[in-house]
């Protein structure tokens, strides 16, 4: 059994960086297969429960005030600018929809970041949260094997 710090430490990092934080400090530190995936995985659900709570009500303060601002005929002449990545959500998003965002996102995307996409164009809640309990648990576990593999 691994010390109580150390398992804090995993599982904080994993709420936050998951494929490059958590699981990876969880080998390092000599968790088994089975602590670094149960470790690793409640870190990133817990993360994800929080981020998209947060992402939610920020989308929704936003939406608030920029509605207020419309009534008040307050308005920005700025020019959307499409970066490479904002390209390559947009991209993912049009082509694999919320599977392709969810799948991608402990990988490439950090969970706040992925959480908050996700929010941002689909509105299910619900069917958010357990698409990247899922894509957090098979990252957790395709990465943890490789433990076993080498």
């Known amino acids: 059994m691994e010390s109580w710090w150390e398992i804090i430490s995993v599982f904080l990092l994993s709420t936050v960086k998951f494929v490059l934080g958590g699981v990876p400090l969880a080998l390092t530190l000599g968790f088994s297969f089975f602590e670094a995936v149960v ?9 994800v429960l ?7 009500f920020l989308l929704k303060k936003y939406r608030h005030l920029k509605h207020k601002q419309e009534d008040g005929k307050v308005k920005s002449d700025k020019k959307k600018i499409f970066t490479r990545k904002n390209r390559l959500i ?3 998003k049009q ?4 599977l392709g965002i ?7 995307f950090s969970i706040p970041i992925g959480c908050f996409i996700a929010t941002r ?4 809640k619900q069917k958010i949260i357990i698409y990247m309990f899922a894509s957090v648990l ?7 094997s490789f433990k076993l593999l080498f």
């Open 121 to 124: 164009y689909f509105k299910d």
């Open 102 to 108: 969810e799948g991608l996102t402990p990988f490439l």
């Open 138 to 144: 098979l990252w957790s576990i395709s990465i943890s």
């Open 95 to 98: 082509r694999f929809g919320l």
């Open 50 to 56: 929080i981020f998209v709570t947060v992402s939610d």
């Open 39 to 47: 470790v690793t995985s409640l870190g990133g659900f817990t993360g």
């Open 90 to 92: 947009i991209t993912v």
